[in-house]
């Protein structure tokens, strides 16, 4: 047993799968976390990511594969066996014991004798010093989750496992928490696997962000790849906002290929396409692009289509969205930043154009 809890080194999951009665929710999946990184789970309800979770903490056990840390396969050892940690987004914080009591309560449990200083120095670290004397009751929800992060980390996990951590904050606080949470987590540099729907949530924290979807990897890389460049249209939409047509790959056109649809040829670097012939999805992320009140023509950014009619106009502050439906293309949006720059005049009915740079562009399959 304590082999098990001495494991350290990536952690590391090999052909996993897990099947319930009447389905599978994690499907034959494989991936390395590095050790010392920030790892991120995304994807929507229901793709796998918290089974993953539960499989790595020793709450289920999976049906078939392997899950190791470093060297020593920990599958089909019990929770309380493994150098794992886990913060659940209820926090799950002891009522009636100080927040200084419930750093302690682990460290106390396994007889360690300085448990209190211990959850002092990880109290200082989540810096939640000045409350250690108060109740969990007495404390703001992102103060509880800092305390259930240093009732973690108190025990020196070789992983700390998140699991939608900020979901019972409101929005100013969870984005300050992600700001924390990525601070301690560089500060103790222990391997932080972070299971979130939360797209924003995943791409200001993690180093590395793994895009679940039906029990399976669809894409895994940095968080500016992954939304620079997608590589399924499951990814394109659920990594932000894109505008997605259907075509299909015509031609080459130097380190371009040159891609038909709706009515339309259109160019995506060779290097930005997932496949270099037949059919294809298009896509453009609605800030990559522009609008005009007049069709720019091939001297513009270099790809254009059109003419579209402006179906709404929203004012955000530091940037301006258009809805665009354009014949056979769909409904397009454009986010332009407010800059004191030339901006078009136009209201909802107008007939527009929309432009943009090949390079920005991004072809999937479809």
């Not at 799968?17 to 999946?29: E, H, I, P, Q």
């Not at 929005?171 to 924390?180: A, G």
């Not at 940095?222 to 659920?238: I, M």
């Not at 060779?270 to 992320?285: L, M, N, Q, T």
């Amino acid at each position: 047993m304590a082999g098990f809890r001495e494991a350290q080194g990536d952690l590391v999951l090999e052909n996993v799968t897990k099947s319930f009665t009447t389905f599978t929710a994690v499907d034959d999946l494989s991936l390395t976390v590095p050790r010392g990184s920030f790892f991120a789970l995304l994807g929507p309800s229901g793709c796998g990511k918290t089974t993953t979770l539960r499989m790595v903490a020793g709450l289920e056990q999976p049906t078939s594969g392997t899950i190791r840390i470093g060297n020593t396969d920990l599958t089909g050892s019990r929770p309380y066996e493994r150098p794992v940690n886990t913060v659940f987004q209820s926090y799950a914080l002891f009522p009636h014991l100080s927040v200084r009591d419930n750093v302690a309560f682990g460290p106390k449990r396994r007889g360690v004798k300085d448990a209190l200083a211990q959850a002092d120095a990880t109290l200082s670290l989540v810096q939640l010093t000045h409350l250690a004397g108060r109740k969990p009751t007495q404390l703001s929800g992102g103060q509880q989750q800092r305390v259930a992060v240093a009732r973690a980390l108190v025990n020196h996990p070789e992983v700390l496992l998140l699991d939608e951590p900020l979901g019972a904050l409101d929005l100013k606080l969870r984005r300050e928490m992600q700001v924390e949470l990525k601070r301690i987590q560089t500060e103790v540099g222990l391997t932080f696997v972070h299971v979130t729907h939360d797209q924003e949530e995943a791409m200001t924290m993690a180093d590395t962000v793994a895009v679940m979807n039906l029990g399976k990897i669809e894409q895994m890389g940095a968080p500016d790849v992954l939304y620079d460049l997608p590589r399924t249209k499951f990814v394109a939409n659920f990594l932000g906002q894109s505008n997605l047509m259907s075509g299909h790959v015509d031609d080459t056109d130097g380190d371009n290929v040159v891609v038909s649809t709706a009515q339309h040829k259109l160019r995506l670097r060779k290097s930005r396409a997932a496949a270099g012939s037949g059919d294809i999805a298009f896509g453009v992320r609605p800030e990559k692009t522009r609008i005009h009140n007049a069709d720019p023509g091939p001297a513009a950014a270099g790809n254009s289509i059109g003419p579209g009619t402006l179906v709404d106009v929203s004012f955000t502050g530091v940037a301006t969205q258009y809805l665009v439906d354009v014949p056979e293309a769909g409904r397009w949006a454009v986010y332009e930043q407010n800059l004191d720059l030339e901006r078009i005049d136009s209201r909802p009915g107008d007939t527009v154009w929309i432009s943009w740079d090949p390079g920005h562009a991004f072809g999937v399959r479809p």
